[in-house]
């Protein structure tokens, strides 16, 4: 079983930044894909980032185009802590983001955080 919670959300304005943390709890973290969703009100939630594991000490981060060049995910495996550094935030980035990990053998999210709000002003 995987525990994981977010925090690091808030008010910012346009153009500034922010960074989400997910703290991860369960065994073999490191060979676990992690990645962050979010959604915004009325709208269905959708991939942000992941960073999966590939090998040895080799992980992929890959991105939603909307996110790219402006987002960067990492993770500290020895600290079981997911990040998401949030550049040049735009109002279309509003929404409640998630924490999600799966398994290396699965190909679905089994796992969730509760969620932390970012709100970005223009």
């Known amino acids: 079983q995987v525990q994981l919670v977010e925090s690091g959300g808030g008010l910012v304005q346009a153009g500034g930044s922010l960074r989400l943390s997910c703290a991860a709890s369960?065994?073999?973290?490191?060979?676990?894909?992690m990645g962050w969703f979010r959604q915004a009100p009325g709208k269905e939630r959708e991939f942000v980032a992941a960073?999966?594991?590939?090998?040895?000490?080799?992980?992929?981060?890959d991105y939603a185009d909307s996110v790219k060049g402006r987002f960067t995910i990492s993770r500290d495996n020895v600290k079981m802590m997911v990040y998401l550094q949030m550049n040049s935030l735009k109002p279309e980035d509003t929404a409640v983001y998630y924490c999600?990990?799966?398994?290396?053998?699965?190909?679905?999210?089994?796992?969730w955080g509760q969620g932390t709000q970012v709100t970005v002003s223009s």
């Open positions: 999600a990990a799966h398994a290396n053998s699965r190909a679905v999210y089994d796992y």
């Open positions: 369960g065994r073999t973290f490191n060979t676990y894909t």
């Open positions: 960073i999966t594991w590939r090998g040895g000490n080799t992980y992929q981060a």
